[in-house]
């Protein structure tokens, strides 16, 4: 009875202490909603505060269903601060934005909608990749040897000495911890299930064939398990 007693108080205060740590917090579900506007950088992502739409100076109508896309056509974009200064910042380096509670970033020189949202994320982007026959830089995967799996998309390497290019559909991962963008790979998902220790473990005990099937799988187990919280604003 002793051993039970113990063990049933050692679960309360397991519990206690996740309680602790989601006080405050809001715990993602599909029905989560992004506050609306841009994201300068990451960190506001994961606070999930942008830059309301509302503070953004344009002559562009808040209410224009394509004010995003209008907005980030330009080279620059001026907003108010907390504090009622004036701002300015080149859109090239904005994270993203929010548009009806959904969360789109910024990769490839476009925007793209994140479809699935957790401490894992999934989303598809279109590439340009250019011929590389005289670049030794590339690796056979198309991408830098040096910094795989991780994407890097403003690395002054990714270009060729030829004038050959083309465009295509690939798959990407975010990791919601780190901010850093990964290709869907195996690679990359043994990378990320290192947080879970079982869920790795597991993964990695699959034969190669059935880690390549089971990528999806794995993700949304992993975010199961590993909910994903923004603070209550």
């Given at each position: 009875?002793?051993?039970?007693?113990?063990?049933?108080?050692?679960?309360?205060?397991?519990?206690?202490?996740?309680?602790?740590?989601?006080?405050?917090?809001?715990r993602?579900?599909?029905?989560?909603?992004?506050?609306?506007?841009?994201?300068?950088?990451?960190?506001?992502?994961?606070?999930?505060?942008?830059?309301?739409?509302?503070?953004i100076?344009?002559?562009?109508p808040?209410?224009?269903?394509?004010?995003?896309?209008?907005?980030?056509?330009?080279?620059?974009?001026?907003?108010?601060?907390?504090?009622?200064?004036?701002?300015?910042?080149?859109?090239?380096n904005?994270?993203?934005?929010?548009?009806?509670g959904?969360?789109?970033?910024?990769l490839?020189e476009?925007?793209?909608?994140?479809?699935?949202?957790?401490?894992?994320?999934?989303?598809?982007?279109?590439?340009?990749?250019?011929?590389?026959?005289?670049?030794?830089?590339?690796?056979?995967?198309?991408y830098?040897?040096?910094?795989?799996?991780?994407?890097?998309?403003?690395?002054?390497?990714?270009?060729?000495?030829?004038?050959t290019?083309?465009?295509?559909?690939?798959?990407?991962?975010?990791?919601?911890k780190?901010?850093?963008?990964?290709?869907?790979?195996?690679?990359?998902?043994?990378?990320?299930?290192?947080?879970?220790?079982?869920?790795?473990?597991?993964?990695?005990?699959?034969?190669?064939?059935?880690?390549?099937?089971?990528?999806?799988?794995?993700?949304?187990?992993?975010?199961?398990?590993?909910?994903?919280?923004?603070?209550?604003?």
């Amino acid at each position: 009875m002793k051993k039970v007693f113990v063990l049933l108080l050692a679960l309360l205060s397991l519990a206690a202490a996740g309680q602790i740590d989601s006080a405050g917090m809001t715990r993602y579900t599909p029905g989560f909603r992004f506050a609306e506007g841009i994201f300068l950088g990451f960190d506001q992502v994961r606070q999930n505060k942008p830059v309301p739409k509302s503070v953004i100076i344009t002559n562009i109508p808040y209410d224009d269903p394509d004010f995003y896309d209008r907005v980030l056509r330009e080279k620059t974009i001026g907003f108010f601060d907390n504090l009622g200064g004036k701002q300015e910042v080149s859109t090239k380096n904005i994270w993203g934005y929010s548009r009806n509670g959904v969360l789109y970033i910024n990769l490839n020189e476009g925007y793209y909608r994140i479809t699935i949202v957790g401490n894992i994320c999934h989303f598809v982007a279109s590439l340009t990749t250019y011929g590389n026959s005289y670049n030794p830089y590339y690796s056979s995967y198309g991408y830098p040897y040096y910094s795989y799996p991780y994407y890097n998309p403003y690395n002054p390497y990714y270009s060729s000495y030829n004038n050959t290019s083309s465009s295509e559909m690939r798959q990407y991962l975010l990791d919601f911890k780190t901010g850093n963008i990964l290709d869907y790979e195996v690679e990359s998902i043994k990378v990320l299930l290192m947080a879970d220790p079982v869920l790795h473990d597991e993964y990695t005990s699959l034969g190669k064939k059935k880690q390549k099937q089971m990528k999806f799988l794995y993700i949304r187990k992993f975010n199961e398990r590993n909910p994903l919280y923004f603070p209550k604003n």
